[in-house]
């Protein structure tokens, strides 16, 4: 239970933070860089638009929270009401007040006298990340509620035994990184396409909105986060209710409710992995660009496409994709060996105290929870030291390289292209990851309602070796990746001069 807050409440939060201060530097950055070069008179609504907008979240975002309603009456006996289905209710009111503010803001603050529709342009990259946040969580809740199809035939494949329930648990990982990549290809083209065309244009004539589209883009889909953020929070306190009443020995009717309510947390957390991996994947495409910019500005040179084709520039792609899958396998093996060491702990003092299986004597929790947070830290440091080091260490490696032959830019390329591709494979193996994982959890819910044999049958137990895989799948590395994206992007964004 501890290990629900700590990751689901505190981490996800930090991940959802570290996405919107991205976003909100990045758009302040390039809203005030795009007025300047524009001649705009008065840049201050450009630069204070992402405060706006991140403001009025927290405002819709509580009406929609305090609108949340259930219809039943508990003096009643009646079915039992869909809890995602009431949330569902309350993150559409949010999306709809979402969309009036930030149509409103962009009039207010956007509006400026050199092109008066450019406003309206700005509104509909905005209504464009609306509808890419709103298309996350339907995907994510469509892969991983055991309403829908995809889970009910991961966990039929349960019933086949352990190996098949992992097959179908890795292949629906595979295909749900689909839908998820369309998405976000299509709001990044439709944003950068409508801020392109919103008539803000330079001394010279080239249009200069198309990056500020994309980050509008980027507040539209964080415009509703601390509503998402509501509902992953939703996990922790259903599971952690759930675990209260197994421990107190609840009547069944009792448990068969939390366990309604913990497969909809495992739901609403899947949803919240799959918002953020994509507000990261937007956040990261602006630091990239915002990159590429310091780079032109330190070298005085300009730098404004990056060409795989160069073999350097090739070799720096697959360290960066290489690095997404080294890290998630360090990820993993520290979960390995942190459980390792808390079953020891277990079974000792289930050796040392043979009162607690009857209750007679109360287990040492303190102990576990120590061994886990200790472990955490130790774990954390080598993939943490790679994720520091190796944009650093390519970048300096390459610019001796570049400086000796001629070519004063290859440093900055090849670490141009590992960002790149290490926030391309990172996208994927996160979606990949917390998918897969998500499913597995449910598949094994979906048995436990009575479903194929229920508790105690063989397609349960193959669920259950499922879930075993897919906890450190989307608990431990999935989330993670969302991170090291965007501390990559920081990265060399900070260090760009020294690659020069």
């Known amino acids: 239970q501890v290990g629900d807050n700590v990751g689901d409440c505190a981490a996800r939060g930090a991940d959802l933070f570290e996405s919107i201060a991205a976003e909100i530097i990045s758009a302040m950055i390039l809203g005030a860089t795009?007025?300047?070069?524009?001649?705009?008179?008065?840049?201050?609504?450009?630069?204070?638009?992402?405060?706006?907008?991140?403001?009025?979240?927290?405002?819709?975002?509580?009406?929609g929270i305090l609108s949340i309603r259930g219809t039943r009456d508990s003096g009643l006996i009646s079915?039992?009401?869909?809890?995602?289905?009431?949330?569902?209710?309350?993150?559409?009111?949010?999306?709809?007040?979402?969309?009036?503010?930030?149509?409103?803001?962009?009039?207010?603050?956007?509006?400026?006298?050199?092109?008066?529709?450019?406003?309206?342009?700005?509104?509909?990259?905005?209504?464009?990340?609306?509808?890419?946040a709103y298309a996350f969580v339907w995907i994510s809740k469509y892969y991983t509620d055991y309403k829908h199809e995809p889970v009910r035939l991961l966990?039929?494949?349960?019933?086949?035994?352990?190996?098949?329930?992992?097959?179908?648990?890795?292949?629906?990982?595979?295909?749900?990184?689909?839908?998820p990549v369309l998405v976000i290809s299509i709001a990044i083209i439709s944003a950068f396409w409508l801020g392109r065309t919103c008539g803000l244009v330079d001394e010279l004539g080239n249009p200069t909105g198309g990056l500020f589209g994309t980050a509008v883009?980027?507040?539209?889909?964080?415009?509703?986060?601390?509503?998402?953020?509501?509902?992953?929070?939703?996990?922790?306190?259903?599971?952690?209710?759930?675990?209260?009443?197994?421990?107190?020995?609840?009547?069944?009717?009792?448990?068969?409710?939390?366990?309604?309510?913990?497969a909809v947390g495992n739901t609403t957390k899947a949803t919240t992995k799959g918002f953020a991996i994509g507000s990261a994947a937007l956040a990261s495409f602006l630091l990239f660009s915002a990159y590429m910019d310091e780079v032109a500005a330190f070298a005085?040179?300009?730098?404004?496409?990056?060409?795989?084709?160069?073999?350097?520039?090739?070799?720096?792609g697959l360290l960066g994709s290489m690095l997404i899958f080294l890290f998630s396998g360090w990820a993993c093996s520290a979960v390995g060996r942190t459980a390792q060491e808390v079953v020891t702990e277990v079974r000792r003092q289930f050796i040392e105290r043979p009162g607690i299986m009857d209750?007679?004597?109360?287990?040492?929790?303190?102990?576990?929870?120590?061994?886990?947070?200790?472990?955490?830290?130790?774990?954390?440091?080598?993939?943490?030291?790679?994720?520091?080091?190796?944009?650093?260490a390519v970048g300096i490696i390459f610019r001796i390289l570049g400086h000796a032959t001629g070519q004063p830019l290859l440093g900055a390329k090849v670490v141009a292209s590992m960002l790149m591709f290490a926030t391309v494979?990172?996208?994927?193996?996160?979606?990949?990851?917390?998918?897969?994982?998500?499913?597995?959890?449910?598949?094994?819910?979906?048995?436990?309602?009575?479903?194929?044999?229920?508790?105690?049958?063989?397609?349960?137990?193959?669920?259950?070796?499922?879930d075993t895989v897919g906890d450190?799948?989307?608990?431990?590395?999935?989330?993670?990746?969302?991170?090291?994206?965007?501390?990559?992007?920081t990265i060399t964004l900070v260090m760009a001069p020294i690659f020069l």
Not at 155 to 164: E, Q
Request: net charge negative; aromatic share 8%.
């Open 425 to 466: 494979t990172g996208i994927l193996m996160a979606l990949f990851l917390n998918t897969s994982g998500g499913a597995w959890d449910n598949a094994k819910k979906y048995i436990e309602t009575g479903a194929l044999g229920g508790k105690g049958s063989e397609a349960h137990k193959a669920a259950i070796t499922g």
């Open 300 to 316: 005085q040179l300009p730098f404004k496409e990056v060409d795989i084709a160069i073999p350097e520039v090739f070799v720096g």
């Open 217 to 262: 883009a980027t507040m539209g889909m964080l415009s509703t986060a601390a509503y998402v953020l509501t509902m992953d929070m939703f996990g922790p306190i259903a599971d952690n209710a759930g675990g209260i009443v197994e421990m107190s020995q609840q009547p069944e009717s009792v448990r068969e409710i939390t366990d309604i309510l913990d």
């Open 34 to 63: 795009m007025a300047q070069r524009c001649k705009i008179e008065d840049p201050s609504g450009f630069i204070l638009f992402p405060l706006v907008v991140h403001s009025f979240d927290l405002v819709v975002s509580s009406v």
């Open 359 to 392: 209750y007679k004597e109360k287990p040492d929790y303190g102990r576990c929870v120590a061994i886990v947070a200790s472990a955490s830290l130790r774990e954390m440091i080598k993939p943490g030291a790679l994720a520091i080091l190796s944009p650093m």
């Open 155 to 179: 966990a039929l494949s349960s019933s086949t035994g352990h190996g098949t329930n992992i097959i179908a648990g890795v292949s629906l990982g595979m295909e749900a990184t689909a839908l």
């Open 472 to 489: 450190p799948f989307k608990d431990t590395a999935g989330p993670s990746i969302h991170v090291l994206i965007k501390m990559l992007a």
């Open 79 to 132: 079915p039992i009401e869909d809890p995602m289905a009431i949330m569902q209710k309350g993150y559409s009111i949010t999306i709809l007040l979402a969309v009036l503010t930030f149509g409103g803001s962009t009039r207010w603050l956007l509006y400026t006298e050199q092109a008066p529709t450019a406003w309206f342009n700005f509104a509909l990259c905005g209504l464009v990340g609306i509808i890419t």
